[in-house]
């Protein structure tokens, strides 16, 4: 049985990476589609907002979606789908759904000319939440880059995320996690 779920499961990634690889990389990439009209709104904003000198991708993630956005270089860099890396983000971020809060973060990120892979993550402006720092930064050395004209250009760029946290336990609920924890 456990062989078959595992079997079901690769399969299921597979097709799911091969649907994503055939859409380009300025068109929406959404993982995972929410009927949520507020995190629609707040996604829909943050996409509409300009983006800053040297911003190349943007990334909108809530518990319940993660979607990638390019604006600009897409002949020359691209991320690479990653569908089980784009859900555990989004389960990693289902652990702040506490509050209702939106926070967004801008990290520079600097590529090594012979390999394309990542040399350096630093945060340009910080998530205000602290803990949101870490997730962002692992979520970006997940991140696979293709260079679809040969060359590895640019070297350095901005990824803007946004994260948008809901408030899904009751006040009593964050009571009793509280009380445990100060024991």
């Given at each position: 049985?456990?062989?078959?779920?595992?079997?079901?499961?690769?399969?299921?990634?597979?097709?799911?990476?091969?649907?994503?690889?055939?859409?380009?990389?300025?068109?929406?990439?959404?993982?995972?589609?929410?009927?949520?009209?507020?995190?629609?709104?707040?996604?829909d904003k943050f996409f509409a907002e300009p983006s800053g000198e040297g911003e190349l991708f943007r990334i909108f993630s809530s518990s319940e979606n993660y979607e990638i956005r390019q604006y600009g270089g897409e002949d020359k860099i691209v991320i690479t789908s990653d569908p089980q890396g784009e859900q555990a983000?989004?389960?990693?971020?289902?652990a702040f759904d506490k509050i209702e809060f939106f926070s967004d973060a801008v990290f520079r990120?600097?590529?090594?000319?012979?390999?394309?892979?990542?040399?350096?993550i630093r945060p340009v402006k910080p998530?205000?939440?602290?803990?949101?720092?870490?997730l962002i930064a692992d979520d970006i050395t997940r991140l696979k880059f293709e260079f679809p004209d040969g060359q590895i250009a640019p070297l350095v760029f901005d990824i803007r995320y946004g994260?948008?946290?809901?408030?899904?336990?009751?006040?009593?609920?964050i009571r009793n996690v509280l009380e445990k924890n100060v024991r």
């Open positions: 049985m456990k062989i078959n779920t595992a079997i079901l499961s690769i399969l299921m990634a597979t097709f799911a990476t091969l649907l994503l690889q055939g859409c380009s990389s300025a068109e929406r990439r959404d993982l995972t589609t929410t009927g949520n009209a507020k995190i629609t709104q707040v996604q983000f989004t389960g990693e971020v289902a990120v600097e590529i090594y000319e012979d390999t394309g892979n990542i040399s350096r998530a205000r939440i602290s803990e949101l720092n870490k994260i948008y946290l809901q408030k899904k336990v009751s006040d009593k609920e």
